[in-house]
């Protein structure tokens, strides 16, 4: 059944969804400057990771919510979603940086190519950047949005990569557990995708083989 929210109610959501999704943030920064955490650097560095990963699934979730549902305005919330991806994966990336290297590029890099699960990260990162930056609406109008679509489908690379960055990370200490639960998360996300798309092009397929004339001998 579509639900449709009138235009005030919409953004009364968007907005509670906004501070939502600023708690966990700021959640650590009064933790920490309370100085409530026994590791506050581990604290931190984790859990700017793991709403990374979060926001990732959320986002993904949107397009198959909204179509099971029927509820098209969801999709208005995405856009929001994959930047609250890209402002923890931001965070996540400065811990890295200031508590691992204390802002030296020289030594983040030498750490990047040394470390598998860091390059994985890393490149997962630096494909987030151009999302982030072509996110706007202007951007949308200048890329065309064929050329905007392919390039927002690489989050269907990022993803994986940052799965594997997670995986590799916890193999260190044998767990596996939330590795597997957002893999599969993720996974199945994206067959879902695979799903619609199939479905779409056999649909298309019918209707041009339906409106073909059909000539007798």
Known sequence: MALNPTPRQLSLFKSLVFLLALLPFARMVWLTYTGQLVEPLEFITRGTGDWTLYF?????????LRRFTQWNWLIKLRRMLGLFAFFYAALHFTTFLW?????????????????????????????????????????????????????????????????????????????FAQPILFGS?????????????????????????????????
């Open 56 to 64: 990732l699934c959320i986002s993904l979730a949107v397009t198959p």
């Open 185 to 217: 998360i993720v996974a199945l996300l994206l067959l879902i995708r695979v799903a619609f798309a199939w479905n779409k092009r056999v649909k298309s397929a019918r209707m041009a083989k339906a409106a073909t004339p059909v000539h007798s001998a």
């Open 99 to 175: 508590f691992d290297h204390f802002f030296d590029v020289q030594e983040m890099w030498k750490d990047v190519l040394k470390r598998p699960f860091i390059t994985v990260g890393f490149v997962a990162f630096i494909l987030l950047i151009p999302l982030a930056v072509t996110s706007t609406n202007g951007m949308v109008k200048r890329l065309g949005g064929k050329r905007w679509q392919w390039l927002h489908r690489l989050i269907y690379v990022i993803a994986p990569l940052a799965i594997l960055h997670f995986w590799w990370m916890k193999a260190g200490k044998h767990n």
